[in-house]
Each structure stands twice: as C-alpha cells, then as structure tokens.
C-alpha cells in the first residue's frame, strides 16, 4: 500500500505493519520510540485541556502517533480520555474521506471498518444492516434510513453519506478497542507509566470538578441564564453573545451536545445544521478549543447580568455564574469548596471568550 495512503488512514493495518514492524515485542517497540511515547502522551494531555493540538504532518509520526496513543489509551482504560481523542481522530477522518477521490482508498477503509460497500454508478451499496449498525447520530437527518435510497437489501449512499458512515464506524470500533481489558507485561507498564500520570490525574481532576456541580438541576441555573433560556422559550431571538454563555454553562454542568440543542428549539431563526456546528465548535467537541464559561464581569459588561433577581448575586460574593450554581445546588458547605471552576484552568491556550 502507498505511503500517503497510510499517512492518510494510519488505523490501517498496513500501517501497523509497516511501523511497527513483523515479530517485534511491544517493549522492544516502546523502547524504541520513547520519544514517540512522551509526544502522545503530552498530546492527549493537551487534549484533556481542552486544547486543539494539530495531528503530526510527518507521516511515520504520525503513524506511530497513533499506534502509541492507542496503546497508551488502551493501557488507561478511561472511557472519558478515549472519548476525547477518538472525537478528533473521528473529525479528521470525516474530512479526509469528504476529499478521497480514490474509490481504492474508500474501499480499504470501509474493508478495515467491516463496511461492506460496492460501487454502484456514482454511489455506493452499503447492506442495510451494516448501515443501521453505524447511522446512530442523533439528530442527523441524512443518516435516517427513512431518507435513503433501497436497492437490493442494500441504501444506495452518496460519498458524503458513506463518509459518515465510515466516520462513525471507525468511531464505534475504536472506543470498543481502546476500554478492552488487555493485561500489560511488567515491562511495558513500567515503560508507560511514567508517562501518563499526569493524563490519569488531570482526567481524575476535570471528573471531580464535573462531580462537584452536582445533579443537572435548572431550578440552580442563576438569573442570567434564566432569563436567556426564559427569552428563548418565548421565540425571542437571543444575541449570539447569550447564546455562546448558554452553550458553555450547559455543556459544563455536564449536557451533551444533544441536550444543549433542545434548548434551542424554539429560537426563531434555528437552524438545526448550524446550531449543531456552533455547539461542536463552542464545547470542542468539534474540531475547536472548549471554551470557558464566562465570568460574572463579562456578563456584566455584556448587559447579560441580572444580580438584582437574586440576593445572592445581589450580595456580591458571586464572581462566576458556576459559583452560583455549586452554591444552590450543593447547598452552603459548596461555599468553602468552589476553588476553580474553570475545567480547563491549567490549559495554556483555552481562554474565555465573549463569542466565538
Ligand atoms: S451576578 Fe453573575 S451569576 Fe448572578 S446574574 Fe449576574 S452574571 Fe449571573
């Protein structure tokens, strides 16, 4: 298989022969790439921060890149880490398939994935049951069956619909690889330990943080937000500034991006397509940075505050609308507790933002 075909797609199992090589130990590949070692791990550091670091460009890094991340994942065996990095590898992969004009390269990657496609003029077949198994994003119209073309047991899928469906079966493979109990030798866990305790415990420390919110509860949400989610609910059109405050609150108490677009159902220029893309892009789980909720002062200066609704913001002591909300959810002994609220605090480059 062609080099840039394995830079492109480095889950190929060409790949993996390729760099990792025929008979060789796992240690022996470690010891031999330690500094590859020390990379991926500080890559999925920076992407617990919420950070967006590039993929590498140079093609055995990134090969090896990505076999060693998988090993490390594999050896942490956190659903929340593998999620993050699987996210990214997932976006790329999307659009690097979106550009694939070689009908060779589409098929070694669906062969990889277990999607069995034939060509079909300028679509593909894809057996129905191969599509269901992977059209499970919410929310996404062109992956409903009730919106493809039959023929033959098989949907008739356009490139864009087969890139999806390859996107999310490459997904769905990989956190299922990644959360296999595997049992390491002693030698290789001594070699990668040193390695990702800080991964381990700043995964630790954003799942407290999340922890120490409390419950989803909307009768905690302070007045600023109240009163956003209130306009919304009556179809006033909400500035982009509300929005963005909204989409970085919820998905910091914990809402998944599904949840966070019901609460724009009923804004009257909702738009489902970019409403979801700006969620992905605000929350990182697209291909941008997360981004911080903003303080009280931003707010303020915003014309978003409304302090005077309630006597705890009126009291002063509320600086961050997070604060108010660990404070009326968890009840007073949150007030000695709060320290940072920011999940991403110790990100270097993830700063608040007023609006994307
Ligand atoms: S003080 Fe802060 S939390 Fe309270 S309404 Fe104003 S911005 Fe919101």
New binding site residues.
Partial sequence: MREEVIEKYPFLRAGLRQYFGEGVSLQSFLEENEFYVRKSADFLYSIMNGEDPPFPTDGEERVKNYIITKIILTYIRDYFISARYAIRERKVLYETLEKENDVRNLKSVARELDVDIDKDGGNYLIPIPSFLKNAVVFNDRELKLCNQELKGGNVVASKHVLSKILREAFYRRYMQEVNEVVEFPQGVDELIKPFVGEVISRSREIRQERANLGPLNEKSF????AEIINQMKMGANVSHPGRFFLVTFLHRIGLPNDEIMKYFGKVPDFAEKITKYQIEHITGTGRGREYSVPS?QT??SLG????E??PL?SSGR????LT?YRIKNLGNRAVGNTGSVNRVSKSRKTQEQQAP
Avoid at 222 to 225: D, E, H, S, T
Avoid at 304 to 307: G, H, I, M, Q
Wanted: with cysteine; net charge positive; charged share 15%.
């Fill in positions: 302070p007045p600023c937000l009280c707010l303020m978003l505050c409304y302090k609704r309630d913001c509320i600086s961050h609308p108010f």
